[in-house]
């Protein structure tokens, strides 16, 4: 269960301490937490959902568990769930009528079991214990059950107020309504180790996209706790398809891909999410201020206001948030293509899945080391990469280059570019011209993001933050020699490194437009790397040629 923030709470809440029945309740133990709630009147009120503190073992090669009561060794095996009552019985000391088998599943050689802490036959919904054997022996147990005895703070196991009651608050409270799953009734503890009987049931906004799950006391109608089933993250940014500022900002929910990010962009242990723009992926900060979320839960909806210097606070965070953003979706993206940990890609945590962890991108927003530029430093892998982007004054207002999608990804592939080739040292595009290979490739990448049909358009980097029409290269890249004249050999004797990558990028646009042209555009090319059409083919040949190449490689 996740922690949880409601404003509309608030109002509900208040008008449920004066109405509510608490004064006839019979039990209304954990009256202590509304006085604990009514201390944030003014302030966003917090719905905590909380769970007991758990406590796991492990047994090595495991531990013979106790024969389950009435068992006599006779036939058969005991049924695991009689095995699962008797080891935690034998674990924690309580006694039979205090465990309850909730679920549990036999695989290979190993078994599994779920159980929940009971008390008068009800069931708790945040104590509960696992067991894990293998070959017959007990090799994990984790519990969260709580010690319940005379003197315990708990309430009645018999409900005051029926379940049709309480439905109507909530419901308003959670803005949806009940979806008809069969409510129960079960036993929550509370932070401060009293417990609380509860009306449980779901609550759904199909229009708002909400569904959460309802913890009323069946005492005295108040929501004590809320299950949020829905995941969400919102970004207000530049859409990674849109190229620069003035195509327009949108609010995106749940950009991440959990394939490339099993725990999503806020998370470095699967448990905690952070409120702000520092992930796995990525840490965006400008100085060292990372940009916080904008309301309960995970959004970053500001806009960037480019009437206004970015400088200005509200420009700061909408820059933070878009910077996030981006790295975030080049990870997820080049890891559906092969920038995985195994091939040194940049996260703190790697899920033990090869590669050094430690190292995402640390990413210094309107960093005050420069102007009009931004660089990437790759260091080797498991130590975090470097991105410092700069403000452009060029206009006034000056302009963000983290608004123009193709700074952010142009830089971040150096990182990628930098990684894959010889083996994630950091040193393999070092030479004149590989690092003019290694200027091509970001400049492709950020073509190749910017491409939305199967109709592929000239590409100019930089034009809104340096705004004029051929940006920061000499030409845009293009299938027409009349608008770009480069070729291979317009490279001999250049020793300008983003010249170089000119001349690679512009060969790079005319291989991605031929193979579109000859087999299609995937629209969903960024989530599914098992198509055949031309954008798909590429990106695998960009990336996987990276694994291939010998260190400091040259365009012969
Ligand atoms: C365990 O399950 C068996 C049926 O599979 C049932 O007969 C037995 O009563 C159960 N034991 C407990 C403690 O619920
Ligand atoms: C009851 O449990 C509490 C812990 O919750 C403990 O402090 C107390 O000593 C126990 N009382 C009895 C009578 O066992
Ligand atoms: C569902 O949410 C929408 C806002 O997104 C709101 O207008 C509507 O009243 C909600 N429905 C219920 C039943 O609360
Ligand atoms: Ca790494
Ligand atoms: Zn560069």
Redesign the pocket.
């Known amino acids: 269960m996740a922690s949880f923030n409601f404003n509309k709470l608030l109002s509900f809440l208040l008008i449920a301490l004066y109405t509510s029945p608490a004064h006839t309740a019979p039990w209304p133990l954990h009256e202590r937490h509304s006085t604990y709630r009514v201390r944030h009147v003014g302030r966003r009120l917090e719905v905590k959902a909380f769970h007991p503190r758990s406590t796991f073992q492990t047994f090595g090669k495991g531990i013979d568990q106790p024969s389950p009561k009435g068992f006599t060794h006779s036939s058969s095996a005991p049924a695991l769930n009689d095995s699962a009552i008797a080891f935690v019985q034998s674990q924690i000391g309580v006694d039979a009528a205090q465990v309850g088998y909730r679920t549990g599943f036999t695989e290979g050689s190993g078994m599994f079991a779920y159980v929940n802490q009971l008390h008068g036959g009800v069931a708790f919904a945040n104590a509960v214990a696992n067991i894990a054997w293998k070959d017959g022996k007990v090799v994990a147990f984790g519990s969260s059950f709580?010690?319940?005895?005379?003197?315990?703070n708990i309430a009645n196991s018999k409900p005051t107020l029926d379940v049709n009651s309480v439905l109507p608050t909530a419901e308003a409270a959670l803005d949806g309504k009940f979806n008809g799953q069969p409510p129960t009734l079960e036993y929550l503890v509370n932070e401060d180790?009293s417990v609380a009987l509860t009306h449980v049931f779901q609550v759904e906004n199909e229009t708002a996209g909400t569904w959460f799950e309802a913890f009323v006391c069946a005492h005295t109608g108040r929501l004590l706790s809320v299950t949020d089933f829905v995941a969400h993250a919102s970004y207000t940014v530049l859409p990674i398809h849109k190229e620069t500022f003035p195509e327009g900002q949108e609010t995106l929910t749940d950009p991440q891909d959990t394939v490339a990010s099993p725990f999503g962009w806020h998370s470095t242990d699967g448990k905690t999410k952070s409120t702000s723009t520092s992930g796995n992926n990525v840490q965006a900060f400008v100085g060292k201020q990372v940009s916080t979320q904008t309301s309960a839960g995970q959004n970053f909806n500001v806009r960037y206001d480019a009437t206004k210097d970015p400088s200005v606070t509200s420009n700061k965070a909408a820059a933070t948030n878009n910077a996030f953003y981006v790295i975030n979706t080049v990870h997820d993206f080049t890891y559906r293509y092969g920038f995985t940990e195994k091939t040194f890609n940049f996260q703190d945590y790697n899920f033990g899945k090869g590669g050094k962890g430690g190292d995402r991108v640390l990413m210094s927003v309107q960093d005050s080391s420069g102007l009009d530029n931004a660089n990437f430093a790759t260091p080797p892998d498991g130590q975090s990469g470097k991105c410092r982007m700069y403000i452009w004054d060029f206009t006034n207002p000056r302009r963000d280059g983290v608004l123009e999608n193709d700074i952010p990804v142009h830089e971040m592939t150096h990182g990628v570019t930098n990684r894959m080739t010889g083996g994630g040292t950091g040193r393999c595009l070092q030479t004149t011209e590989a690092r003019g290979l290694g200027e091509g490739w970001s400049d492709a990448m950020a073509d190749w993001v910017s491409q939305k049909s199967a109709t592929v358009p000239d590409f100019v980097a930089g034009s809104w933050i340096t705004n004029r029409p051929r940006g920061i290269r000499t030409y845009p890249y293009s299938t027409d020699p009349n608008v770009n004249p480069l070729r291979y050999s317009s490279a001999a004797g250049v020793t300008e490194v983003h010249k170089i990558g000119e001349v690679w990028a512009n060969m790079l646009h005319n291989v991605y437009a031929a193979l579109v042209a000859a087999r299609g555009f995937s629209t969903t090319a960024l989530t599914n790397p098992d198509t055949a059409e031309g954008n798909v083919v590429f990106l695998h040949l960009f990336l996987d040629a990276l694994l291939l190449q010998p260190c400091n490689p040259t365009c012969e």
């Open positions: 709580v010690p319940i005895n005379s003197t315990s180790g």
